[in-house]
T-cell receptor
Framework: AQSVTQLDSQVPVFEEAPVELRCNYS??????LFWYVQYPNQGLQLLLKYLSGSTLVKGINGFEAEFNKSQTSFHLRKPSVHISDTAEYFCAVSVPNAGNNRKLIWGLGTSLAVNP | NAGVTQTPKFRVLKTGQSMTLLCAQD?????MYWYRQDPGMGLRLIHYSVGEGTTAKGEVPDGYNVSRLKKQNFLLGLESAAPSQTSVYFC??????????????FGPGTRLTVT
């Protein structure tokens, strides 16, 4: 079965420190990969996505992620976090579905808390 | 562009009452989705639509109905609310899933409490 595992439910970090949020997926077919961010009391917005090409993807707010096909991972990184990065981060994988459609499989989220 | 909007933002219902949540998008997207978000459970897909006049069940459809009479609107109905439906509901829209630009755009959410 296809699934997405976010390995850490909570990640506390100090301001200006680097951070890595880990995401692994299981799928035997081609995938598109996404990271979404949800700031407190808001909807989700796209941070970055991997569709094809370079395995290092740069997103908004200084975040980047690397697609590793052999390890089926798509970890999110930022070299220096700010207080404003405090949010919930979701990893999602798009896989083929019935007909000519695809569906998104979501991870359970990682809560990033940036402390001063 | 307003993007994806949801009405209402907050609602409190008594058990057994009914209500409709409205989602509207102005991006001419074909696909629309309703999710619920509960602590520790991530996002779960309730129903979705791949075009005007079509709807399909997602992961947790029981107790909900939907309609897509107009391309820009996607309605989620609760006919007889239960405390288990207390949640935050998100609507999203996207281009067709085969489009390389495929990503979902989310509304701000509706916080529903059923007492």
């Amino acid at each position: 079965a296809q699934s997405v595992t976010q390995l850490d439910s909570q990640v506390p970090v100090f301001e200006e420190a680097p951070v890595e949020l880990r995401c692994n997926y299981s799928s035997s077919v081609s995938v598109y990969l996404f990271w979404y961010v949800q700031y407190p009391n808001q909807g989700l917005q796209l941070l970055l996505k991997y569709l094809s090409g370079s395995t290092l993807v740069k997103g908004i707010n200084g975040f980047e992620a690397e697609f590793n096909k052999s390890q089926t991972s798509f970890h999110l990184r930022k070299p220096s976090v700010h207080i404003s990065d405090t949010a919930e981060y979701f990893c999602a994988v798009s896989v083929p579905n019935a007909g000519n459609n695809r569906k998104l499989i979501w991870g359970l989220g990682t809560s990033l808390a940036v402390n001063p | 562009n307003a993007g994806v909007t949801q009405t209402p933002k907050f609602r409190v219902l008594k058990t057994g009452q009914s209500m409709t949540l409205l989602c509207a998008q102005d991006m001419n997207h074909e696909y629309m989705y309703w999710y619920r978000q509960d602590p520790g459970m991530g996002l779960r897909l309730i129903h979705y639509s791949v075009g005007e006049g079509t709807t399909a069940k997602g992961e947790v459809p029981d107790g909900y109905n939907v309609s897509r009479l107009k391309k820009q609107n996607f309605l989620l109905g609760l006919e007889s609310a239960a405390p288990s439906q207390t949640s935050v509901y998100f609507c999203a829209s996207s281009w067709p899933a085969g489009d390389p630009a495929y990503e979902q755009y989310f509304g701000p959410g509706t916080r529903l409490t059923v007492t």
